[in-house]
């Protein structure tokens, strides 16, 4: 059944090189001009609204994401699809786990944005947002999972809602928090959904 979704691979390829094609240059035009306008007036627009609840949601759906939390988070999960009896979903979502490449991009600094987390990795590494990378291709994987493997019901539409939004969500948490710019966001999703293609590929091939 986790064949039935890739009946197009042409489309697939020609997303993955476009993605790619953008990924790189994105990457070649923040390392040569690391602050860029465009993602400080996103970045200011963004901040500008912080009711209570949103300030609260933001913070949330990136703490998971963290040191030392995230190894629990990604352990877990091997765990529990290993004591399922999905062990080869288990190895595939380790692959999952190992897709990220960053590059040497100044972080936001608090004379420019709101940063909640000064100093985070040395201010440095802020491309593609890594955060963003591996919820895409971690929790992306738990939803095709969810989607060839799983039978309908309340309970797996709600997991795919939660997993959904926990991907549509990242990106614009690590822009509000200061943790990255918007233009790392994009490089995560774009990095993050390369990876997922390649993990769905991995798993079919050892399926």
């Known amino acids: 059944r986790g064949n039935t979704i890739w009946r197009h691979p042409v489309a ?16 070649f035009a923040v390392h040569t001009a690391p602050l860029d306008p465009l993602d400080l007036a996103i970045t200011r627009a963004v901040q500008a609204f912080h009711p209570a609840w949103f300030d609260l949601l933001m913070r949330g759906i990136g703490e998971p994401g963290y040191p030392p939390q995230v190894y629990v988070v990604v352990a877990w999960i091997f765990v529990v699809l290993f ?9 595939a979502h380790a ?24 100093g985070l990795d040395g201010g440095k590494f802020s491309f593609p947002a890594g955060h963003v990378e591996s919820y895409v291709a971690i929790f992306g994987f738990l939803i095709f999972l969810l989607v ?48 997922l293609i390649a993990t769905i590929y991995f798993y079919n091939w050892g399926k």
């Open 83 to 91: 004591a399922s009896g999905l062990k080869w979903e288990a190895i």
């Open 95 to 118: 692959f999952a786990t190992v897709g990220i490449g960053p590059v040497d991009r100044p972080r936001p600094t608090p004379n420019l944005v709101h940063v909640i987390h000064p």
């Open 148 to 195: 060839v493997l799983g039978r309908p019901s309340w309970l797996r539409t709600l997991e795919i809602i939660f997993f959904g939004a926990l991907i549509a969500l990242i990106g614009l948490s690590r822009v509000y928090v200061g943790d990255h710019w918007p233009s790392d966001a994009l490089g995560g999703y774009l990095l993050g959904s390369d990876w």
């Open 12 to 27: 697939v390829l020609v997303y993955v090189v476009l993605a790619t094609a953008i990924l790189l240059a994105l990457g």
